[in-house]
């Protein structure tokens, strides 16, 4: 089953920097969405590309998708310290619309 | 709208007592998930609800587990008897349909002691 996964690594930067983070997946894709969760908070929903659609932007953010490699990326330009959190990438395939959430980046913005 | 909203926020239970989780998914909605979250596993989806009927139940755990949607406005998640392994963060989400975008509640978070 196709599986948003994102790269482990845990994120520090300083405030100003950018941010970015990468996500995979196995199959054939509808969307790829990516989602923010504040600590003891639910995930929020940032952004979404389409499966024909190469690159993205809203506000400070900018995701890619590179279908053939079955991959993505966010960039959070010029962070902030609220952009502190977790951030996850899920995956929508055609046919139905559950979401295959990967396993949660975690970025700390140091003011 | 407000969002889809959960109750309680905090649960705590000792072994052995039933657990009812509660969701409100937001008004026009008409697909449901329920998610367990976990350090060691992450988020994983334990049932969702299209129309209030159920279509996938694979991730829940056990029997112990049961979820229902008697209608639109309204969805519980069940779990008899709770066990300790059972303390996690459990959300509800819902989503209208467009491009498969799912609205998170504050979530649940269960200790059973």
């Known amino acids: 089953s196709q599986q948003g996964e994102e790269d482990p690594q845990a994120l520090s930067i300083q405030e100003g920097e950018n941010a970015t983070m990468n996500c995979s997946y196995k199959?054939?894709?509808?969307?790829l969405q990516w989602y923010r969760q504040n600590s003891g908070r639910g995930l929020v929903h940032l952004i979404l590309?389409?499966?024909?659609?190469r690159e993205k932007h809203s506000g400070r953010l900018r995701v890619t998708l590179d279908t053939s490699k079955k991959s993505s990326s966010l960039l959070i330009t010029a962070s902030r310290a609220a952009d502190t959190a977790s951030y996850f990438c899920?995956?929508?395939?055609?046919?139905?619309?559950?979401?295959?959430f990967g396993k949660g980046n975690q970025v700390v913005v140091i003011p | 709208d407000a969002g889809v909203i959960q109750s309680p926020r905090h649960e705590v239970t000792e072994m052995g007592q039933e657990v009812t989780l509660r969701c409100k998914p937001i008004?026009?909605?008409?697909?449901l998930f329920w998610y367990r979250q976990t350090m060691m596993r992450g988020l994983e989806l334990l049932i969702y609800?299209?129309?209030?009927?159920?279509?996938?139940d694979s991730g829940m755990p056990e029997d112990r587990f049961s979820a229902k949607m008697p209608n639109a406005s309204f969805s519980t998640l069940k779990i008899q008897p709770s066990e300790p392994r059972d303390s996690a963060v459990y959300f509800c989400?819902?989503?209208?349909?467009?491009?498969?975008?799912?609205?998170f509640g504050a979530g649940t978070r269960l200790s059973v002691l």
């Open positions: 989400a819902s989503n209208g349909g467009v491009f498969n975008i799912q609205y």
């Open positions: 199959t054939s894709i509808n969307n």
């Open positions: 590309i389409r499966s024909n659609e």
């Open positions: 609800f299209n129309n209030n009927v159920p279509i996938d």
């Open positions: 899920a995956t929508a395939p055609y046919g139905n619309n559950r979401l295959a």
């Open positions: 008004s026009g909605h008409n697909s």
